[in-house]
DNA sequence: GGTCGGCATTGATCTGCATCAAGGCGTCGC
DNA sequence: GCGACGCCTTGATGCAGATCAATGCCGACC
């Protein structure tokens, strides 16, 4: 359900301090009582494992927060001040090497927390793709409220199992697949986490930049453009304004399975 | 401290069950009570966490298991019957395609550990690398024996952090270093988790083949021993039998970093 | 409505690493 | 001792994808 998201300590030196998050009085902070009763990704997150006594405590801890596109939710090496749990829009997560280089580890989608390792820095940075709405929680809060529930760490556990299976796939993408592959596979991949959270269809929704999905599959920008026409070409799919309609799913499966 | 090794199921279709693990009888099976007394990788490993009388425990589950050099400990996609401890020797876990091209998504060195995640399928395969023990658990008790113990589910929980920062920087390196910076990366880690599990030297034993770097750093074997004799013929080290002796942290840092 | 800037596409060329190929060297079995 | 095999190194060549460069497209802003 998830794409890596756990944050943590590296053995990386680190800069920056996590961006300013408390701008409560712009207007696009809330401390909204009972957000959780109607959250759209309840069920798809990890607070499923809650308790609706144990749910209203949590959403007393929680801050709604608005992040417009482009703007960064906190910075790899960053003391980890806050956990979030995305409920709208998409967050890129990545690390950067010193030349500029970047990497993109994962695209987080509504249903996604990020801060999952609990760890005092964050390991990658994020931020918003497209304007995205989080739960926000202060990482000390969060941790004494997990702090007797086994329950909910086994499930933040069980999350972040399936995260490290993620990361472990994409190493193989990463390492061991044309680019043909790693684009087929990055497609269908998203269309299947869009389809768990409710948004089940062949039209592909591609928020996020060539650049940035260039980053997520070691390529580069003019490779995907290139992949996407050929794939186009050989009608595997269509290019849509801000996405991709696939048209052949056995063209796109013979390529992302092997 | 570790290396990717949390095990789980992924979306994949999977093949072949578990090896048969219970050859006691044929010697290189124990019940080894008091094994944990001295453990030499005890306080690197999970284990670390529990109070004595809770090691008696545990102690009684395990199985100390030795697996000669190639073999597999268990296969990807299979029933995840067991848990290990790796307490000597080096271990591989590894993703392979249907055609073949496979992907070493890490080392296990004594003291890490294999299924952190307590999923109920191996996401990847595991082979000894070098002639390795280790204590395994049935997954089923080691599961009820966690069950009510979060002390240690809050350090697999750090555990699996720290391994999904370990991929995460793995991704990077996959996606978008050169040959040069990838060799000097790997050594160096290396020679860091040696380290840490108390073997600080120059010289970093390499007990994998050049086929394995390959296979991890997403290279194939000729450009591996093309990039050790550059880095050689540049002082940066010299290759020895079975390693490499590291010469220049200057220059390897400097490759490694960025 | 026009210009500007950001993003995507397409083409031409280059290059880092893969592929193909040939030995070298150490170890094992007989 | 020596042939065979596995593993590593080294050299020659090829190619997938990077780089360099030009153009197109569209929305923002004045």
Redesign the pocket.
Known sequence: MTLASLEMTTDHAMTFAELPADTCGTGDCKHARGACDDCKVRLFSVCAALEPDELDELDRLSQVKNYPA?TMLFDQGAQAGAVFNVTEGVVRLYKSLPDGRRQIVGFALPGDFLGLAMMDRYGVAAEAVSPARVCRFSRAAFLSYVDGKPHLLRRMHEFAGHELSLAQDQMLLLGR??????VAAFLLNLQARYARIGQKSVTVP?P???????DYL????????????KL?KDKALV?V?DGVRLLSMDKLDALAAA
């Open positions: 482009k697949r044309n680019a043909d592959e790693k591609l996020m930049s060539r650049q940035d999905i260039a070691g390529l580069t920008i003019e490779t995907v453009s290139r992949t996407l026409t186009a290019v304004p």
